[in-house]
C-alpha cells in the first residue's frame, strides 16, 4: 500500500512510542501526536493526515468518541484504538463512522493489516472509473491512473502509465466524464492529470514517462492549478 500519513490521538506515551516505531518500519509518517480532543483537533487541521488514529480513553473531559464526531463532520479517516468494548462505549462508537476498530493489546503485524485493511476499503469507496469500450471490449478504467487524454480526430486516447486506451469519444466528451478538480486542458487536444505532472517547461509538460506539448495561454492556468494540489 502507499505510504501514509497518520496522526496519533493517545494518551499512554508507551504506546504512542509503539505505534510510532510500527508506522515507521512500515512505511508511514508520523504528523505528530496529542492526549487530548482540543489539542488534536487544532493539529488535525494543520497538518491534514491521511488517516487519524484514536484512542476512546484519553485526557480531558473529552474522549475519542467525541473526537471522531467532529472528524466526522469534515469526513476525516480514522481508527479507534482501545481496549474498552463494554457495551455502552460499543453503542457510542455505532455513532461514529470510523474505518476500523482496533483492540488492545495489539501486535504490529495487527496493526499493520487493520490499517492496510481499513485504508484499501476507504480508498477503494473513493474511486470514481470510466467505463469505456476498447477493442470490442467494455473496460472499467480507474480514473486515478490516467495520466492524460490526447485528442484524435472524433477519438480520444486515453494515457496510464502502463497502457493506451483509444475510445471512439471526442476529448471534450471523456473529459466531461472525469472528476475532481486534478485534470486540466493544458492544450487544444490534451487534458493532462496534474498528479502525474513532474515539471513544466516553456511550452511542455513532463510527466513521469512522457512529454505532452502545452499551449501558451494554458500556462498560467496549470501553473496555478499546480499549486493548490
Known amino acids: ?17 509503539t505505534i510510532e516505531t510500527a508506522l515507521r518500519k512500515h512505511g508511514h509518517r508520523v504528523l505528530g501526536d496529542s492526549d487530548t480532543v482540543t489539542q488534536a483537533i487544532k493539529d488535525i487541521e494543520l497538518t491534514k493526515p491521511d488517516l487519524v488514529l484514536i484512542d476512546i480513553q484519553l485526557s480531558g473531559e473529552k474522549d475519542g ?20 468494548t463494554d457495551p455502552e462505549t460499543i453503542a457510542r462508537v455505532k455513532e ?4 476500523g476498530y482496533v483492540v488492545k493489546p495489539f501486535t504490529e503485524t495487527g496493526l ?18 470510466l467505463n469505456i469500450k476498447h477493442e470490442g471490449k467494455l473496460l472499467k478504467v480507474n480514473q486515478d491512473i490516467i495520466n492524460y487524454l490526447k485528442a ?3 477519438y480520444c486516447y486515453i494515457i496510464t502509465s502502463t497502457e493506451s486506451f ?16 486534478h485534470f486540466i486542458k493544458c492544450h487544444r487536444s490534451y487534458v493532462v492529470n496534474l498528479k502525474y505532472v513532474r515539471s513544466i517547461d516553456k511550452n511542455t509538460i513532463a510527466l513521469d ?15 496555478n492549478k499546480l499549486k493548490s494540489i
Open 152 to 154: 484524435f480526430d472524433n
Open 65 to 84: 468518541v467525541d473526537l471522531a464526531l467532529v472528524l466526522d463532520k469534515t469526513k476525516q479517516p480514522y481508527l479507534f484504538l482501545s481496549s474498552q
Open 96 to 99: 461514529t463512522n470510523p474505518l
Open 112 to 129: 499493520r493489516t487493520n490499517i492496510e485493511l481499513a485504508w484499501h476499503r476507504h480508498s477503494d469507496s473513493h474511486h470514481h472509473y
Open 166 to 181: 483509444l475510445v471512439p469519444h471526442t476529448l471534450k466528451y471523456i473529459s466531461e466524464q472525469l472528476v475532481g478538480d
Open 1 to 17: 500500500m502507499k505510504s501514509l500519513n497518520i496522526y496519533i490521538v493517545e494518551d499512554e506515551p508507551l504506546i504512542v512510542s
Open 209 to 223: 514517462n512522457d512529454t505532452i506539448p502545452m499551449s501558451a495561454s494554458q500556462k498560467s492556468l496549470v501553473i
